[in-house]
Every structure is written in structure tokens, then in C-alpha cells.
């Protein structure tokens, strides 16, 4: 892993990618990149989601294709807790899951709570281009897939399963603080995933199984246009991870993407969507909030609450996990 001090070395001497004229480091917010195509995700299962979406980028496929081959890598690995197949359970022991899609003309599509169904980003996928409506919830977005030819399976493996049963021995007490990161120990959350192909067209996906031990139907940020998934082809795009009740409240995605729209170089208006969350929670400090973002001249950066929100960034000429700068720590 790279870390901030060594990426922002690299950087100043040229070896990070291209690093357009103009950009001063942080006195205009850290910018980085500039070339096509991009793709940029969440956390060290990025690096995996990139390379399958850099097959379909580096020979000059759509950035759509590109951001569903990339999220269905988590969805499809069992290590990985917080997404798709393996993702832990909410407190009924049911692995429910969200995830959303958007292209570079504003379409988009969304499941909430699906169960039983692995690439929750493919039914989003379909939901957005099949159907006249946005989102599907529970068991309507399950009946959906499931006409569309998706198979039905369980998704909670017994390594989830026993976690789930370790929860419930030990008082079965939720706490949102820093969820994953925290209590699990394991450094992810959501994957979102932003691409932007040669032909300049941005799009996003996110997914994810949510806070673990969850409420049994409760829906997070993930598959919210504008909470934990914004594209503006003509603007950018940005992703978030972290506690997702203080994503939605703010709207965070659609926030950076018009910060972004004002001025702000792409960390800068990462930074300004977690002070905008800091400055009407005052129990901040107990959660951890991540934003990524993506314009769709190439730019990208990051900024989260907490420190060690990493991120994988793939470019023609950059393949690295970076870590974001962070409020705290
Ligand atoms: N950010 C993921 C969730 O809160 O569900």
C-alpha cells in the first residue's frame, strides 16, 4: 500500500500518473490524474474490481461494462464481508443487499434489500435498462432478477453464519460506530466503483451487503442516487463508504458532484461533503465516512473522517492503492 506521504512524493516528482499544469497540492485540494480512461474504487478490493474493469477500459469498452465487471469481483468473493456472496448477515441472519448504477447521461438503477441474488449490481443494471423505474426493494427485486434469469442462492456462507451466531451469544447489541472498520476489524465496507472510458463517458456502481447486524430491512446509502452514488457525465461522479444514515442525510455523492461542478477540485469537495457531515453530528468521531470522486476530465481524489480509507486508482500508466487523507488521525 502506498502510503499518503509516499503518493504525494510521488506524485510532486512525476511518477503518480499525469498530474495536470496547475494543480499546487493542497492549497487547491490534492488533484490527481487527468488521463483516460480511469477507473477509481473503494478500498483494497478495488485493486481486484479495477483489473477486471480495466480488461473492458484498456481496449475501449464502455465505462458501464466496466464498472459492473469490477463490482461483481467482491460480490463474487467470499472474503470479502461486506459485499455479495460472504457479505455478513443483518440481525435476523439474512444477508440483504444494496447496490445502484448510474451512466454518463444521469440513467440509473438501484436495488434495495435484495436477497438471495449475488450480483445485486447486475439487477440494478437491468432494473435501470429494463424496466421504467429506478429502484426495486425485497422480495419485488428478487421476483425481478429472478424473471430476468438470475439464479437464487444462499449467500450466507458458514464463515458469516458463525460470526452472526458469535453477535447473538455475545448480547446481539448494534452499535453503527465505525461498523465495519471497527468492530470487525477489517478495513472495507461498500465497494463503489467510478470509470471514465476513452470516449469520455463516466458512469458508477455501488454494492454492498451494509452495516453488518443490521435491522432487518434497513437500507443504507449504497443504492441511493446521490447518497452513496452520484454520475453527472458532464460534471463527474463520486462514491461513498462508511455509516450511511450520515451519507444519506447529506446527500453526500450529489454534494460532491456539485462542489465539484463549482470549483472544487475532487478531494477538496470530498473534504467539504465530511465537514458537512462533522459540522451536524456531534457524535462524528464514532464513525468513520469515506468519499471518492472522479471528474470526468480524469481528476480524482478522496477524503474521509476517519484515517485509513484506501482506495485503488488504475490509469494507463498508474495501478496503485492509495490511502486518502483523512479529518482525524
Ligand atoms: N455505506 C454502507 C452502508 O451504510 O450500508
Known amino acids: 500500500m502506498t502510503s499518503r506521504r509516499t503518493f504525494i512524493t510521488m506524485a510532486t516528482a512525476g511518477l503518480g ?3 495536470l499544469p496547475g494543480n499546487s497540492g493542497w492549497a487547491r485540494g490534492f488533484q490527481e490524474g487527468g488521463e ?10 478495488g485493486m481486484a474490481a479495477n483489473e477486471a474493469a480495466w480488461k473492458i477500459l484498456g481496449s475501449g469498452g464502455y465505462a458501464l461494462d466496466g464498472v459492473e465487471a469490477g463490482a461483481r469481483i467482491p460480490e463474487d468473493d467470499p472474503a470479502v464481508i461486506s459485499v455479495g456472496y460472504g457479505g455478513l448477515p443483518d440481525d435476523r441472519g439474512k444477508v440483504t443487499l444494496d447496490a445502484c448504477i448510474m451512466d454518463e447521461k444521469g440513467n440509473a438503477g438501484a436495488v434495495a434489500c435484495l436477497e438471495e441474488i449475488r450480483h445485486a449490481v447486475s439487477v440494478a443494471r437491468m432494473v435501470m435498462e429494463k424496466t421504467p423505474h429506478v429502484m426495486l426493494t425485497g422480495r419485488g427485486a428478487r421476483d425481478f432478477a429472478l424473471s430476468r434469469g438470475f439464479k437464487r442462492e444462499n449467500l450466507l456462507t458458514p464463515a458469516a453464519k458463525a460470526a452472526w451466531k458469535r453477535w ?3 448480547g446481539a447489541h448494534f452499535k ?4 465495519i472498520e471497527n468492530e470487525i476489524l477489517q478495513n472495507h465496507d461498500t465497494i463503489g466503483i ?5 470516449q469520455g463517458r463516466l458512469c458508477g456502481a455501488t454494492t454492498t451487503s451494509g452495516m453488518a447486524f443490521k435491522m432487518h430491512g434497513r437500507v443504507g446509502d449504497s443504492p441511493i442516487a446521490g447518497a452513496g452514488l452520484f454520475v453527472d457525465g458532464r460534471i463527474g461522479g463520486a462514491v461513498a463508504t462508511g455509516s450511511g444514515e450520515l451519507v444519506m ?32 453530528n456531534p457524535g462524528y468521531r464514532d464513525h468513520q465516512i469515506g468519499y471518492l470522486a472522479l471528474k470526468n476530465n480524469g481528476l480524482y481524489g478522496a477524503y474521509s473522517l476517519q484515517p485509513g480509507f484506501d482506495y485503488a486508482v488504475r490509469t494507463p500508466s498508474y495501478n496503485r492503492l492509495l490511502t486518502a487523507r483523512s479529518l482525524l488521525g
Do not use: Q, Y
Request: hydrophobic letters at 50%; one cysteine or more; proline letters at 5%.
Open 17 to 19: 500518473g499525469a498530474v
Open 168 to 170: 447473538k451469544k455475545a
Open 194 to 198: 467510478l470509470a471514465l472510458d476513452r
Open 36 to 45: 483516460l480512461p480511469a477507473v477509481v474504487s473503494t478500498w483494497n478490493f
Open 176 to 179: 453503527p460506530v465505525i461498523n
Open 249 to 280: 442525510k447529506t446527500l453526500g455523492s450529489f454534494l460532491v458532484v456539485e462542489l465539484m461542478h463549482k470549483g472544487l477540485s475532487p478531494e477538496e469537495a470530498c473534504r467539504e461533503a465530511v465537514m458537512r457531515i462533522v459540522s451536524t
